[in-house]
């Protein structure tokens, strides 16, 4: 059998050489390093752990009854009893802010996985694949973007009753489109890249150039919209809340709540609108924060600051 | 009712998100900005744009005025629509007088009808009003109606199957001034003038009886598709609302106002004083209907000065008294309506389980009125246990009906249902457990194992209504019975649940938010033929033969007994959930507007009695 040549075996190493610098495999110290540099992540990501355990963890510690309405502690200031009053139908608001987090928490996260998974698998197919197949595959993200929102969500409240997952099937739904479009741009570029053309060269098959060349350079990136995935599924999930399009009763989450405390705004029930609002604005604000962050660290030029 | 279409309702995720982030931004900052001290009642004087002497009236938000031919079909059977219809086209009989419910016949087109043939005639005179054109009303306007209504009647909301014009044998012209209805049997007088002559509106033949708006007007409605053509002609005219202001059509009027502006994108409708008009000038030059996209925004241009006559929702009423000490009058609109829940008697899930009268009688168990008006409603309504409305002093309320046949009690509830065959399930709800139709059994229809459980559809944004729908969510849990609740906007619930009956409906119970419905508008005695009676759009497709008899007896014996007999049955009968009626609105007006008080008895503003102090 004959030996590789010299010059080949040059090539492999060259190539290896050059894939490593396209592909960084980050060192776990950097990472951390360029994260805790950042002094707002480092907050956002405290702010976040703070709000999932009040969502997650408070039930557990601060009992309330938010199966029952009882109309007799309807609207309630705060007192040693409700130490945040009472909704307008007499729950603990505290405790309902507790359990409004645990849905809208779980939309986001949901949403932000979901979309993004779904968002990359076909946007790289579509990017890396080309032609009529491409083609195909961004009109339907183009005719589903189309479909207005607020319809889509008006339509199925009517025919079913939302529920959290229906919410975040909807959501999901519609926030992939973007995703899919955003990776399908990155992977038109990245493919033309020498690297990869490289590697094709070299025999690699698109399966192995999918998933070791191309998913890997999107990764950041995606990260990072994925992020703001999570902080948009849950302004829309507030949002659907507050239209009255949220889930039904006993269930709730921050948009309702907060759709209440605008309905008493002038009433001076204040305990039923800031906390709400507050809530929302602080873990929308902490992901997005997060996010950036996440790039930061992604982008090895900015990590180099 | 009306299905609303949102103007160029095209909204893409980021748009939305957007305008629903900062719309709610938007309103939490508004809860923290101070109270506006502007002078209320500015219409007095010109404001931009509100002409000198024109009062301004909030409509609810949501609603708007959008039809004005006073032939209304489904989609379009609205009070605010047919109350300024009616100030352009006066009704044959005036429905309400100040805060009676009874007609007004000092304000009518005619004089009191007169029966005879043993109460199978009725020979009325009109009144001598001319139209605006200086053209007399006549009975060719009348007749002009009758063959409109009669030739398209199932296009007509307020026509009812067997009733007019169904009820009479023929259309006599006496002269041009009075006219005689036969009927095919004798009727209570007092039934036939309250609900079925209060339906007729002369209108405008000698201008609308043509079939496109370049022909000549000729006689069309003698023939029945003549008339159908006409009327056609008249539906798609009065959908036109950007020709409103500019429609040659609708400036003949006989009433007291005439049309003067329509603005198609906010519904603002301006309507200007008939100079030519007939009975009593109104003092005002013109008024003006207002459509607020929300509470906040109508309860802003109240402190800015723009709107005369608005209202807050019950659930603001602590900020009555900030509103007095800024130059307003408050007063609670107490109307003749009723207040119920329509049970989902055509829906093939649910039919089954609200067909049966003990679990209907349990459920009325479960309504707890007091503590509703005691918290929610906050003494703002009146407790409601039949189909006629229980105002105080109301002639047509029974002795019986003004007690609760079925006060709150979750035990007497349970019981009830323990006792036709249901037990406690692993769930913690109700199982039926004894199928069968035995006086023990759990009812036709209702499968071995089947959970006690019913959708309940309701409004969403008021929380006037979803305190009570949760409240009794909450009692009927601790019954067994699992109420699951489906809250919708406000036109997904007209969509849905406006066109079920016939269904089949996916709802168990449907409340609407304002909901609170007459007798068919414009009815004055509560008999509730259009409600509870046969082919019923809003009573959830309820049927009984006895309830049917005891309506059509109330049509054709005179006196009350029979008024009683019905509402006595349908009580028992909980043919709806029955739920405290609230009032209309809370009224909010400005001090310099007078004559609005009373209130009308049907909601209706009465713009032609108002004034400003100091003005014209």
């Given at each position: 059998?004959?030996?590789?040549?010299?010059?080949?075996?040059?090539?492999?190493?060259?190539?290896?050489?050059?894939?490593?610098?396209?592909?960084?495999?980050?060192?776990?110290?950097?990472?951390?390093?360029?994260?805790?540099?950042?002094?707002?992540?480092?907050?956002?990501?405290?702010?976040?752990?703070?709000?999932?355990?009040?969502?997650?963890?408070?039930?557990?510690?601060?009992?309330?009854?938010?199966?029952?309405?009882?109309?007799?502690?309807?609207?309630?200031?705060?007192?040693?009893?409700?130490?945040?009053?009472?909704?307008?139908?007499?729950?603990?608001?505290?405790?309902?802010?507790?359990?409004?987090?645990?849905?809208?928490?779980?939309?986001?996260?949901?949403?932000?996985?979901?979309?993004?998974?779904?968002?990359?698998?076909?946007?790289?197919?579509?990017?890396?694949?080309?032609?009529?197949?491409?083609?195909?595959?961004?009109?339907?993200?183009?005719?589903?973007?189309?479909?207005?929102?607020?319809?889509?969500?008006?339509?199925?409240?009517?025919?079913?009753?939302?529920?959290?997952?229906?919410?975040?099937?909807?959501?999901?739904?519609?926030?992939?489109?973007?995703?899919?479009?955003?990776?399908?741009?990155?992977?038109?570029?990245?493919?033309?890249?020498?690297?990869?053309?490289?590697?094709?060269?070299?025999?690699?098959?698109?399966?192995?150039?999918?998933?070791?060349?191309?998913?890997?350079?999107?990764?950041?990136?995606?990260?990072?919209?994925?992020?703001?995935?999570?902080?948009?599924?849950?302004?829309?999930?507030?949002?659907?809340?507050?239209?009255?399009?949220?889930?039904?009763?006993?269930?709730?989450?921050?948009?309702?709540?907060?759709?209440?405390?605008?309905?008493?705004?002038?009433?001076?029930?204040?305990?039923?609108?800031?906390?709400?609002?507050?809530?929302?604005?602080?873990?929308?604000?902490?992901?997005?924060?997060?996010?950036?962050?996440?790039?930061?660290?992604?982008?090895?030029?900015?990590?180099?600051? | 009712m009306k299905?609303?279409?949102?103007?160029?309702?095209?909204?893409?995720?980021?748009?939305?998100?957007?305008?629903?982030?900062?719309?709610?931004?938007?309103?939490?900052?508004?809860?923290?900005?101070?109270?506006?001290?502007?002078?209320?009642?500015?219409?007095?004087?010109?404001?931009?744009?509100?002409?000198?002497?024109?009062?301004?009236f909030a409509l609810h938000?949501?609603d708007t005025y959008?039809w004005v031919?006073p032939l209304p079909?489904q989609?379009n059977y609205e009070p605010w629509d047919q109350n300024a219809e009616y100030g352009m086209y006066r009704p044959l009989y005036v429905a309400g007088n100040g805060s009676q419910p009874v007609i007004n016949f000092g304000a009518s087109m005619a004089?009191p009808?007169?029966?005879?043939?043993?109460?199978?005639?009725?020979?009325?005179?009109?009144?001598?009003?001319?139209?605006?054109?200086?053209?007399?009303?006549?009975?060719?306007?009348?007749?002009?109606?009758?063959?409109?209504?009669?030739?398209?009647?199932?296009?007509i909301a307020t026509y009812v199957?067997?009733n007019f014009?169904?009820?009479?044998?023929?259309?006599?012209?006496?002269?041009?001034?009075?006219?005689?209805?036969?009927?095919?049997?004798?009727?209570?007088?007092t039934w036939f003038t309250d609900n079925q002559l209060t339906d007729i509106v002369?209108?405008?033949?000698?201008?609308?009886?043509?079939?496109?708006?370049?022909?000549?007007?000729?006689?069309?409605?003698?023939?029945?598709?003549?008339?159908?053509?006409?009327?056609?002609?008249?539906?798609?005219?009065?959908?036109?609302?950007?020709?409103?202001?500019?429609?040659?059509?609708?400036?003949?009027?006989?009433g007291p106002w005439?049309?003067?502006?329509?603005?198609?994108?906010?519904?603002?409708t301006?309507f200007?004083?008939?100079?030519?008009?007939?009975g009593?000038?109104p003092?005002?030059?013109?008024y003006?209907l207002?459509?607020?996209?929300?509470?906040?925004?109508?309860?802003?241009?109240?402190?800015?000065?723009?709107?005369?006559y608005g209202y807050?929702?019950i659930?603001?009423?602590?900020?009555?008294?900030?509103?007095?000490?800024?130059?307003?009058?408050?007063a609670p609109w107490v109307t003749d309506y009723v207040q119920w829940?329509?049970?989902?008697?055509?829906?093939?899930?649910?039919?089954?389980?609200?067909?049966?009268?003990?679990?209907?009688?349990?459920?009325?168990?479960?309504?707890?009125?007091?503590?509703?008006?005691?918290?929610?409603?906050?003494?703002y309504g009146q407790?409601t246990?039949g189909p006629v409305p229980n105002i105080p002093g109301s002639p047509y309320v029974?002795?019986?009906?003004?007690?609760?046949?079925?006060?709150?009690?979750?035990?007497?509830?349970?019981?009830?249902?323990?006792?036709?065959?249901?037990?406690?399930?692993?769930?913690?709800?109700?199982?039926?457990?004894?199928?069968?139709?035995?006086?023990?059994?759990?009812?036709?229809?209702?499968?071995?194992?089947?959970?006690?459980?019913?959708?309940?559809?309701?409004?969403?944004?008021?929380?006037?209504?979803?305190?009570?729908?949760?409240?009794?969510?909450?009692?009927?849990?601790?019954?067994?019975?699992?109420?699951?609740?489906?809250?919708?906007?406000?036109?997904?619930?007209?969509?849905?649940?406006?066109?079920?009956?016939?269904?089949?409906?996916?709802?168990?119970?449907?409340?609407y938010r304002t909901f609170l419905w007459n007798y068919g508008q414009g009815d004055v005695l509560p008999t509730g033929g259009q409600i509870f009676?046969?082919?019923n759009y809003w009573g959830?497709?309820?049927?009984?033969?006895?309830?049917?008899?005891?309506?059509?007896?109330t049509?054709?014996?005179?006196?009350?007994?029979?008024l009683?007999?019905?509402e006595?049955?349908?009580?028992?009968?909980?043919?709806?959930?029955?739920f405290p009626t609230w009032d209309w609105q809370i009224s909010?007006v400005?001090?310099?507007?007078?004559g609005w008080n009373p209130q009308q008895i049907f909601g209706n503003p009465q713009p032609s009695r108002w004034?400003?102090?100091?003005?014209?």
């Amino acid at each position: 059998m004959a030996t590789p040549a010299p010059l080949e075996n040059e090539q492999v190493q060259t190539f290896q050489k050059l894939n490593t610098t396209l592909h960084p495999r980050k060192n776990s110290t950097s990472v951390i390093d360029v994260f805790s540099s950042n002094k707002l992540a480092v907050g956002s990501v405290l702010i976040l752990m703070l709000v999932f355990a009040f969502a997650f963890l408070g039930p557990l510690i601060y009992h309330s009854d938010q199966a029952s309405t009882n109309l007799a502690l309807e609207n309630l200031p705060p007192s040693s009893r409700h130490i945040l009053g009472t909704s307008p139908t007499g729950k603990d608001e505290l405790g309902r802010l507790m359990v409004g987090g645990q849905s809208t928490l779980e939309v986001g996260l949901a949403v932000g996985l979901l979309s993004t998974t779904f968002g990359l698998v076909w946007g790289t197919i579509a990017g890396y694949i080309g032609g009529a197949v491409d083609a195909l595959m961004m009109r339907i993200v183009d005719a589903m973007l189309s479909i207005p929102f607020l319809f889509f969500v008006v339509l199925l409240a009517a025919i079913v009753t939302p529920t959290v997952p229906l919410i975040i099937f909807v959501i999901s739904a519609v926030s992939w489109l973007s995703t899919a479009r955003l990776v399908r741009g990155e992977t038109l570029k990245i493919k033309t890249y020498d690297y990869v053309i490289a590697a094709k060269g070299f025999g690699s098959n698109n399966r192995h150039l999918i998933k070791r060349h191309i998913s890997p350079n999107v990764l950041g990136t995606l990260i990072v919209n994925g992020t703001l995935k999570v902080a948009d599924a849950i302004l829309i999930f507030a949002s659907l809340g507050y239209l009255g399009l949220g889930v039904a009763p006993p269930a709730t989450n921050w948009g309702t709540i907060l759709a209440a405390g605008v309905n008493n705004i002038f009433n001076g029930y204040w305990w039923q609108l800031w906390p709400a609002a507050v809530l929302i604005i602080l873990t929308v604000l902490s992901v997005n924060v997060l996010g950036d962050a996440v790039r930061d660290v992604f982008e090895r030029r900015l990590a180099r600051r | 009712m009306k299905r609303r279409i949102v103007k160029g309702a095209r909204f893409h995720l980021a748009s939305f998100k957007a305008v629903s982030l900062f719309g709610a931004l938007g309103l939490v900052l508004a809860s923290c900005s101070s109270s506006s001290s502007a002078s209320a009642g500015s219409s007095a004087k010109a404001t931009s744009s509100t002409p000198p002497n024109y009062a301004t009236f909030a409509l609810h938000s949501g609603d708007t005025y959008s039809w004005v031919l006073p032939l209304p079909n489904q989609a379009n059977y609205e009070p605010w629509d047919q109350n300024a219809e009616y100030g352009m086209y006066r009704p044959l009989y005036v429905a309400g007088n100040g805060s009676q419910p009874v007609i007004n016949f000092g304000a009518s087109m005619a004089n009191p009808p007169t029966y005879t043939n043993n109460n199978q005639s009725v020979t009325i005179t009109l009144k001598p009003y001319k139209w605006s054109d200086g053209r007399s009303v006549t009975t060719r306007d009348v007749e002009f109606f009758w063959n409109l209504y009669k030739n398209n009647k199932s296009q007509i909301a307020t026509y009812v199957p067997g009733n007019f014009p169904d009820n009479v044998s023929s259309f006599v012209i006496n002269s041009p001034t009075s006219f005689t209805l036969n009927l095919k049997s004798p009727v209570n007088p007092t039934w036939f003038t309250d609900n079925q002559l209060t339906d007729i509106v002369p209108l405008p033949q000698h201008v609308w009886d043509k079939t496109s708006l370049t022909q000549k007007v000729g006689n069309y409605d003698l023939t029945t598709s003549g008339a159908q053509t006409v009327f056609k002609f008249l539906t798609k005219e009065s959908s036109q609302v950007s020709t409103y202001a500019t429609n040659p059509l609708w400036k003949v009027v006989d009433g007291p106002w005439k049309l003067q502006a329509y603005n198609p994108t906010t519904a603002r409708t301006v309507f200007a004083r008939n100079a030519n008009f007939s009975g009593a000038i109104p003092k005002l030059s013109g008024y003006v209907l207002e459509s607020y996209p929300s509470q906040t925004a109508e309860l802003d241009a109240l402190r800015s000065g723009s709107l005369d006559y608005g209202y807050i929702p019950i659930s603001d009423y602590h900020i009555a008294s900030t509103l007095k000490s800024q130059g307003f009058t408050i007063a609670p609109w107490v109307t003749d309506y009723v207040q119920w829940a329509e049970l989902g008697y055509t829906s093939p899930k649910y039919g089954p389980l609200v067909k049966q009268l003990y679990i209907r009688q349990a459920l009325q168990h479960l309504v707890n009125e007091p503590l509703y008006m005691s918290t929610v409603l906050h003494s703002y309504g009146q407790y409601t246990y039949g189909p006629v409305p229980n105002i105080p002093g109301s002639p047509y309320v029974s002795p019986q009906e003004q007690s609760n046949p079925y006060p709150y009690s979750v035990t007497q509830a349970k019981s009830a249902l323990e006792s036709h065959g249901w037990k406690t399930g692993s769930s913690g709800y109700l199982v039926c457990s004894s199928p069968g139709t035995g006086g023990s059994n759990c009812g036709a229809g209702i499968k071995p194992g089947q959970k006690l459980a019913l959708s309940f559809m309701y409004q969403t944004g008021t929380p006037t209504l979803s305190g009570q729908v949760q409240s009794f969510a909450t009692a009927a849990k601790a019954a067994g019975v699992d109420i699951i609740l489906n809250p919708q906007s406000q036109s997904t619930m007209f969509s849905v649940g406006g066109v079920c009956p016939p269904g089949p409906c996916n709802w168990g119970i449907i409340l609407y938010r304002t909901f609170l419905w007459n007798y068919g508008q414009g009815d004055v005695l509560p008999t509730g033929g259009q409600i509870f009676g046969k082919g019923n759009y809003w009573g959830g497709g309820y049927y009984d033969p006895v309830a049917q008899q005891l309506i059509n007896t109330t049509h054709t014996q005179p006196g009350l007994q029979s008024l009683f007999a019905y509402e006595n049955y349908v009580s028992q009968q909980v043919a709806a959930l029955w739920f405290p009626t609230w009032d209309w609105q809370i009224s909010v007006v400005s001090n310099k507007l007078k004559g609005w008080n009373p209130q009308q008895i049907f909601g209706n503003p009465q713009p032609s009695r108002w004034y400003f102090s100091g003005g014209a």
